[in-house]
């Protein structure tokens, strides 16, 4: 059973909290460290997520101004400016996250924060559909590093217990956010001055907030805990303890080895088809939401108002989830459990006749954002958590992202102009893809509790980093 064992991806977790063998710490120490960590990075990467949403997400606000009139958009062309979007979106995940391994991610997201704000800026130039492409194509060639290179960035300054509720404090900003965006969009879309209010929206506030949030984290975001000047002598030794609890590899090289391994083991594969199927809502929640608001809404010139509400429940939601999820250690069912209430949500939505009953109409979109995100949330860090080496993680990272980022491919493509306004047709595929990304998620984690009822009676033995781990398990 122990060659069984060794055939299997290495890629195991501790059992958290619970482990009896778990290294000691100090327990005050750690609380100062853990608490210093938060305060350092949670508000620096809460405000580069803000902005990443911003920019990514506005076109969805403009187009409920006058954006397709003003730069002459017929037929499906929204739809391909959001397709071609999310094509350099997508494909350049993985060359960003390895790129964070090998050149530090305290470096690259400033970098690529200040690229795509300045980008954005210049995008209020435009005037036909051929500008406003070439510049959505190159803001999403250099948005696509942000995600994946924060939760890697972060996954080196936290231990797997912790996390997943960290991951989702920055990542509420998203939904922060969306109800920022419905404000700045309803505000300057009634001004009246010589440029439009989309252009004041969608490029020139908003992008600007990117570039001056760049700047300043290029000052303020620590390449490590060791390099850092915030932290004492045995602050700095107990981090280095505690992240070797869950690392293999305790230098910082990078190893194409590590990276070709995690191809060869199938559990890869599942988790990048995974967000591939979430992520249709996701994308979907975040383009169209004031479109599909839009649909019910009374007075249709509040439709981006009306996503505030729905954006800030969602944000209560995962935080509340995330931080269960951290206590009790499970991500495959919480994500499965909130993500079936949007799934109904989506049902709902596309076979009932909300004309007649607005009040109904916008309940449900309450519903379809609560937990269409968090998915997005637990799964890179299930995978994370179950990878040991940090080549492996971060290109682990990379494709999952870019699998959740070319499902806004899927989205933009199914949200047609002649199925305006119910768009029926695109909300039964994104409840299908829910559906499938829960049959599949339950499977994988019955397989990794399966390992460790094996694990627990002695069948099988773990090896990673060239010695026997008996006290690992696969995180569930």
Known sequence: MADEEKQLDSNVVAVGSDSSSQTPHDKELEKRLVWKTDLILMPALALAYLTH???????????????????????NQFSLLLILFYIPYALMNVPFTLLSKRFNAAVVIPTIMTCWGAMAMCAAATKNFGGILATRILMGAVEAAFLPCAIFYCSLFYTRRELSFRTSVFGCMGFIAGAISGLIAWSVFQWEKALKGWQWDLFIIEGALTVGVGLILFLILPHSIEKSRWFSVEEKQLSRVRLEEDSQDSDKRFRWEDAKKETRDWTTWIFTLMPLLYGVGVASSSNFLPTIVKRIAIDPAKANLYTVGPNLMAAVVQLATTWISDKIQQRATIACGTLFVSFLAWILLAVLDLVKHVEVGYFLT????????????????????????????????GLNFMAQNLAGIISS??????????????????????AVFMILCLGLREYFRRLNKKLDRGEIVHFSGGKERPEYRYAL
Request: hydrophobic share 45%.
């Open 413 to 434: 493509a199914v949200f047609r102009a002649q199925d305006a306004p119910v768009y029926k047709p695109a909300l039964i595929t994104v409840a299908c893809c829910q």
């Open 53 to 75: 949403t911003l920019d990514r997400a506005n076109l969805g606000n403009a187009k409920t101004d006058t954006l397709e009139k003003d730069l002459g958009l017929v037929g």
């Open 366 to 397: 309450y519903l379809l954002i609560f937990g269409n995100f968090t998915p997005g949330i637990l799964v890179p860090v299930w995978l994370a958590s179950n990878t040991t080496t940090t080549t492996g993680r971060a290109f682990r990272i």
